[in-house]
Every structure is written in structure tokens, then in C-alpha cells.
T-cell receptor, first 116, second 116 residues
Framework: AQKVTQAQTEISVVEKEDVTLDCVYE???????LFWYKQPPSGELVFLIR??????QNEISGRYSWNFQKSTSSFNFTITASQVVDSAVYFC?????????????FGAGTRLFVKA | GAVVSQHPSWVICKSGTSVKIECRSL??????MFWYRQFPKQSLMLMAT?????????EQGVEKDKFLINHASLTLSTLTVTSAHPEDSSFYIC????????????FGPGTRLTVL
């Protein structure tokens, strides 16, 4: 079975604090893709990152960074020096290899509140 | 990046009426389109997967006669909620994929349906 767990339902931080959003996944596939999406109050999903299962390099993009640990099946997301505009729901997602009809499995999401 | 539009962005209708939601890939050909449903403060749940020119594949528990999906061209898919009821009120999101190698989906902005 495939599953994505985001144990943190809501996180509240003060602006400029660093915050890490956890994501743990389950899959029996050896090849898969992991994603993070941001969903601001407007509702539109914003793609943040895609990582394939063979690439365990951590990635940094501005204030965002991702830590992929295959050994613990985790793909955590850190926002450094958070800003009010980072307030949103963040989803971690897993997509199995394309077998002619792939599906994306989303975690429950973590709602992040950044206070000024 | 690839752009996916949805129309309408929101709709209010009376119970018993049918509502059609359009999903268009604006600058690429989408071999596969997905329809998701999202209840307030919940994650995205895949409803169905459609490939151009063929019947949609519905997820377990999704009534195909209730949620009619048509993927008539490589740039357009429609979801029709037939005989809508208040419990169908939700946020409906489509996504489109062209690149099966990376299993990347591009999401539309969503349609908020309210059934009175």
C-alpha cells in the first residue's frame, strides 16, 4: 500500500522563525516521485519541488530546503526565516512509477500560520 | 511553466441541477487529466483519471453516473456533476499531465461548487 503521512496538522510560528514540515511515506516501489505543493487561501496548488527516488541530494531554493532520507522514508521541508506570505497549507505527495495510469497520493496537509 | 485553467472558478446552483466544470491545458497537450475533490480542511482525493479519447477510470466509491467525465481532446476535459445535492458542495480541482516520464501534474486553480 502507498501512503503519505503528514503528522503535523497545524503549525504556528512567528515571522523569521525557521519551520520544518514533516513528511513520511510508504511504498513498495523502488522508483517513485515525491512532491511538495503549497496551497494558499486562494486554493490553487503551487508546485514547489519534485524529487525522484534515486536522487537523495538535498535541495535548497531560496528560503526553502528539502531533506530526502530514503532510509527513513522521509521527505521533510524546511522554510528558513519564515514570512507571513508563507502561510498556507502544504501537501506532500507520492507518485508511483508510470505504468500507464499513475496516481498521486497526497498527505493530509500541514496548515502553516506565520504571524507577524 | 505549463498552465491549466478551470471554468468556472466558482458556481452556486440549486439542488437537482447539473453543473459542468471545464479543465483546459492552455499551452501543452495533456495526455492524462485528473479530477480531485477537496472538502474544507481536508486533503485532495482523486476522483478519476481520464485519457483523451477513452473512458475515465474512477476511484473506488466515486459514482461514475453522478460525476460524468469527458476528455474529448488533448486540451479539454469536463466534469459534470449531475443532479447535484448539497453534499456535492466541494472544491473540485483538475490537473493535467503531458510528461509521463516525470509523472508531473499541473494543477488548475480549482472550482468551488456550492449546492443550495
Amino acid at each position: 500500500a502507498q501512503k503519505v503521512t503528514q503528522a503535523q496538522t497545524e503549525i504556528s510560528v512567528v515571522e523569521k522563525e525557521d519551520v520544518t514540515l514533516d513528511c513520511v511515506y510508504e511504498t513498495r516501489d523502488t522508483t517513485y516521485y515525491l512532491f511538495w505543493y503549497k496551497q494558499p487561501p486562494s486554493g490553487e496548488l503551487v508546485f514547489l519541488i519534485r524529487r525522484n527516488s534515486f536522487d537523495e541530494q538535498n535541495e535548497i531554493s531560496g528560503r526553502y530546503s528539502w531533506n530526502f532520507q530514503k532510509s527513513t522514508s522521509s521527505f521533510n521541508f524546511t522554510i528558513t526565516a519564515s514570512q507571513v506570505v508563507d502561510s498556507a497549507v502544504y501537501f506532500c505527495a507520492l507518485t508511483p512509477p508510470n505504468t500507464g495510469g499513475f496516481k498521486t497520493i497526497f498527505g493530509a496537509g500541514t496548515r502553516l500560520f506565520v504571524k507577524a | 511553466g505549463a498552465v491549466v485553467s478551470q471554468h468556472p472558478s466558482w458556481v452556486i446552483c440549486k439542488s437537482g441541477t447539473s453543473v459542468k466544470i471545464e479543465c483546459r491545458s492552455l499551452d501543452f497537450q495533456a495526455t492524462t487529466m485528473f479530477w480531485y475533490r477537496q472538502f474544507p480542511k481536508q486533503s485532495l482525493m482523486l476522483m478519476a483519471t481520464s485519457n483523451e479519447g477513452s473512458k475515465a477510470t474512477y476511484e473506488q466509491g466515486v459514482e461514475k453516473d453522478k460525476f460524468l467525465i469527458n476528455h474529448a481532446s488533448l486540451t479539454l476535459s469536463t466534469l459534470t456533476v449531475t443532479s447535484a445535492h448539497p453534499e456535492d458542495s466541494s472544491f473540485y480541482i483538475c490537473s493535467a499531465s503531458a510528461d509521463s516520464q516525470y509523472n508531473e501534474q499541473f494543477f488548475g486553480p480549482g472550482t468551488r461548487l456550492t449546492v443550495l
